[in-house]
């Protein structure tokens, strides 16, 4: 089983999750919340959509409802009410990471059971579900207030969990760009946007890496790499671009490590995981995202205007910036090991 268990408290959690697997290239990083939560509970019970490989301490249990043997939604839903109602003794608060629909499965049978509910939700979207799942839990859990845009008195800003022992900070900066996006290919996500910027370097004579790590989930994403890669195609740096597609998390510290600027013009309007990713390994980012404007703007590095000549002074900017103030950042505010003991004193 691995890893041994410290700090053991009475909570016995039930975790109810998508995908417990530390090759996922999106929610791998979870494998590490789990063996964060087994340090500070006595038991953590969890229900996953889907079970890959995972190396978790003896007091923690991982079910499946099996979406990776090709199980049904339906029967998927009776699999885990099933597994609400057998396994009750064995917790006594549940923790929704990501998914309202496990809270408007199991919320009602969880009242009646006296388990305290926590929703774990990161995202600007809002629709019925959500609200839903908001009148049934007991606390909501999000990363910042641009994460969670549903006004209730149950929600707590508590910071992302960026496990900082993965991720070596860098050296001292030499203006080397060594460019790095990291993320979803999608329309969202804007990568094809960073290419005008890279034209003006290019023009400039100046040297420069880009690399491309994420890969596209829906079809519109498929038509928009396809665009973005036709693009890179007909530019005279094509040599100096390289796409590694979808990685497992574990991998990602090592990308950041290969990096001098992380590039980031998502609009989705919520923290994202990959600059606070970047920032743990001492990168410094650009971004137009307006959820990091108050740490990059005073370095220079927010971008509202992402024109090819606000985007280079930026870029320059960054490869001459320590990434210590962001690696300080991610550590007072975003780290695991500060994460989790919050929520569950919370929970308490």
Known sequence: MGQGVERVTYMKLLICTQIVDQNDPVLGFFHEWLLEFAKHCETVTVICLQEGKHVLPANVTVHSLGKEQGVGRLARAWRALKLFSSLRSEYDTVFVHMNPEYALLGGLLWRVWGKTIALWYVHKSVNL?????????????????????????KV?????????????????????????????????????????????????????????????VTARDQL?????????????????????????????????????????????????????????????????????????????????????LTLVEAIEKAAQASGVPFRG????????????????????
């Open 129 to 153: 579900r959500l609200r839903l799942a908001v009148l049934l839990v007991n606390h909501v859990f999000t990363a910042s207030k641009e994460s969670f845009r549903l006004h209730s008195r």
């Open 224 to 308: 928009y790499e396809r665009s973005f890669k036709e693009e890179i195609s007909k530019r005279p740096y094509v040599t100096a671009v390289t796409f590694v597609g979808s990685v497992p998390y574990r991998d990602i510290p090592q990308l950041f490590n290969q990096a001098t600027v992380n590039i980031n013009l998502s609009e989705t309007g919520s923290l994202d995981k990959a600059v606070l990713d970047g920032f743990a390994a001492g990168v410094p980012a650009v971004s137009s995202n307006v959820a990091f404007k108050e740490i990059l703007q005073p370095h220079g590095l927010f971008v509202p205007n992402i024109s090819p």
């Open 156 to 216: 707590h800003v508590v910071g992302h969990g960026i496990n900082l022992s993965l991720f070596t900070p860098h050296g001292e900066p030499n203006g080397d760009l060594r460019i790095v996006t990291v993320g979803r290919i999608s329309p969202t996500k804007r990568p094809m946007d960073i290419l005008p910027a890279l034209d003006l370097l290019f023009a400039r004579g100046r040297q420069f890496t880009f690399t491309v790590v994420g890969a596209p």
């Open 329 to 348: 950042y991610v550590a007072a505010h975003h780290s695991l090991s500060g994460l989790i003991p919050r929520m569950l004193e919370i929970l308490k």
